[in-house]
């Protein structure tokens, strides 16, 4: 079974650019989270998706950060416009109740904003 | 809104012996999982060892066994026999109705 799948892998832009980032969960896995993962930090979420419901999106700065979930399944994160604080690791993860809600990771999208 | 607490921000070990990492949780539910993930140096995350709090025996995985005290609100991790492999950021995470609490990490070197 495939595991999380994030794309890009790496990104670097000058700020005040745009950028995306993808990601997709594990197949049957409803719920789905974004996290921000600062250097030596864990993780700080950003939004959670119960199937295409964005049931907690308190810490998403939302002048500057999008997110989606269309059809339930894969999902885009977006920065617009990016910002030099924004430089994180920004990870994926899914879970379903049937493995006590345990989250898998995907292997995150590394941002570096010049 | 639950917090998990990790207190020792760096530790070390040599490799074969036992090191144990500690985590403190604060929460007022009664149904609740607990979790430790690995983060290996630009790694991905994966999962180490669960429990479920309702359980009362502590969780065991090859090598990794937590020491669960639920009165005590505390989870920590016992690694035995550390391998050089084991190096790697610690998360002690803990899961309500599908949200996650992380704590802040712990930094773990074997050293051969």
Same mark, same amino acid.
């Given at each position: 079974?495939?595991?999380?799948?994030?794309?890009?892998?790496?990104?670097?832009?000058?700020?005040?650019?745009?950028?995306?980032?993808?990601?997709?969960?594990?197949?049957?896995?409803?719920?789905?989270?974004?996290?921000?993962?600062?250097?030596?930090?864990?993780?700080?979420?950003? &939004?959670?998706?119960?199937?295409?419901?964005?049931?907690?999106?308190?810490?998403?700065?939302?002048?500057?950060?999008?997110?989606?979930?269309?059809?339930?399944?894969?999902?885009?994160?977006?920065?617009?416009?990016?910002?030099?604080?924004?430089?994180?690791?920004?990870?994926?993860?899914?879970?379903?109740?049937?493995?006590?809600?345990?989250?898998?990771?995907?292997?995150?999208?590394?941002?570096?904003?010049? | 809104?639950?917090?998990?607490?990790?207190?020792?921000?760096? %530790?070390?070990?040599?490799?074969?012996?036992?090191?144990?990492?500690?985590?403190?949780?604060?929460?007022?539910? @009664?149904? !609740?999982?607990?979790?430790? !993930?690995?983060? $290996? $140096?630009?790694?991905? %995350?994966?999962?180490?060892?669960? /429990?479920?709090?309702?359980?009362? /025996?502590?969780?065991?995985?090859?090598?990794?066994?937590? @020491?669960?005290?639920?009165?005590?609100?505390?989870?920590?991790?016992?690694?035995?026999?550390?391998?050089?492999?084991?190096?790697? %950021?610690?998360?002690?995470?803990?899961?309500?109705?599908?949200?996650?609490?992380?704590?802040?990490?712990?930094?773990?070197?074997? &050293?051969?």
């Amino acid at each position: 079974e495939a595991g999380v799948v994030q794309s890009p892998r790496y990104k670097i832009i000058e700020k005040k650019q745009p950028v995306a980032f993808w990601c997709n969960p594990i197949s049957g896995h409803n719920t789905l989270y974004w996290y921000r993962q600062n250097l030596g930090q864990g993780p700080e979420l950003l &939004i959670r998706y119960e199937n295409e419901e964005a049931v907690d999106d308190s810490q998403l700065p939302k002048d500057r950060f999008s997110a989606e979930r269309l059809k339930g399944v894969d999902s885009t994160l977006k920065i617009q416009p990016a910002e030099l604080g924004d430089s994180a690791v920004y990870l994926c993860a899914s879970s379903s109740r049937e493995y006590w809600g345990e989250q898998f990771f995907g292997p995150g999208t590394r941002l570096t904003v010049l | 809104a639950q917090t998990v607490t990790q207190s020792q921000p760096e %530790m070390s070990v040599q490799e074969a012996e036992t090191v144990t990492l500690s985590c403190t949780y604060d929460t007022s539910e @009664n149904n !609740y999982y607990l979790f430790w !993930y690995k983060q $290996p $140096p630009s790694r991905q %995350m994966i999962l180490v060892i669960r /429990q479920e709090a309702y359980k009362q /025996q502590n969780a065991t995985e090859n090598r990794f066994s937590v @020491n669960f005290q639920k009165a005590a609100k505390s989870f920590s991790l016992k690694i035995s026999d550390s391998q050089l492999g084991d190096t790697a %950021m610690y998360f002690c995470a803990s899961n309500t109705g599908n949200q996650f609490y992380f704590g802040t990490g712990t930094s773990l070197t074997v &050293i051969p």
